[in-house]
């Protein structure tokens, strides 16, 4: 069982809709990375968030420290979002560990 | 300014061969961090450098692994008697200080195939 869990596994969604991407980890950290890697395979981070809520553009990333849970918005979403994205968190002891990812397509 | 830079880009090597692999963080930035991706498989977190001191040794996958970094810049990974289960992009970030503090920049990644 990955120690992060991600879902859904997979997402396909039409042009303009709102996205969800939810992560939930079983144990304390101390930061939460929000990753996005293009089908090329280049990776570019999108967030690092240990409390609250932070925006970017269309991208909203949450995270709720008490219930071990992080949400990854996109709002009014494009084919150009499309891509894998992927949640790692990291432990106090500095140890980083990923979810398995959450594959976006996008339809115009 | 320029990224993180990864060298060589691919490389193929045949089994029980030792390689080397370069990463070139981003000036200034005293955080660096080795991470693999298998073929079809998740992220997996290797090392991490804080100047050129790694706190904890103990993701990498075998005692074939190591890792240095010299001058708090260029960072080496080294895999001796390279084996077929080591096929995999190897992914270099860096960021201004640990892994709590800042978003990383990655590098583009050296593909290591193993015959």
């Known amino acids: 069982k990955n120690e992060v869990e991600q879902s859904p596994q997979n997402l396909t969604a039409q042009e303009g809709e709102f996205i969800t991407i939810n992560c939930s980890y079983s144990?304390?950290?101390?930061?939460l990375h929000w990753l996005q890697q293009h089908p090329g395979g280049g990776i570019v981070s999108l967030f690092m968030?240990?409390?609250g809520k932070k925006k970017h553009g269309r991208l909203i990333a949450t995270i709720n420290i008490q219930e071990k849970h992080s949400s990854l918005h996109i709002t009014a979403s494009h084919p150009r979002d499309s891509a894998v994205y992927i949640c790692?968190?990291?432990?106090?002891?500095?140890?980083?560990?990923f979810g398995a990812g959450t594959r976006l397509t996008v339809k115009p | 300014g320029a990224g993180v830079s990864q060298s060589p880009s691919n490389k193929v090597t045949e089994k029980g061969k030792d390689v080397e692999l370069r990463c070139d963080p981003i000036s200034g930035h005293t955080a660096l961090y080795w991470y693999r991706q298998s073929l079809g498989q998740g992220l997996e977190f290797l090392i991490y450098f804080q100047g050129n001191s790694a706190p904890d040794k103990s993701g990498l996958p075998s005692d074939r692994f190591s890792a240095e970094r010299t001058g708090g810049s260029v960072s080496t990974l080294t895999i001796q008697r390279t084996q077929q289960e080591d096929s995999a992009v190897y992914l270099c970030a860096s960021s201004p200080s640990g892994l709590s503090s800042y978003e990383q920049y990655f590098g583009p990644g050296t593909r290591l195939t193993v015959t």
């Open positions: 790692a968190v990291v432990y106090n002891n500095n140890d980083m560990r």
């Open positions: 144990v304390g950290i101390s930061a």
């Open positions: 968030l240990s409390s």
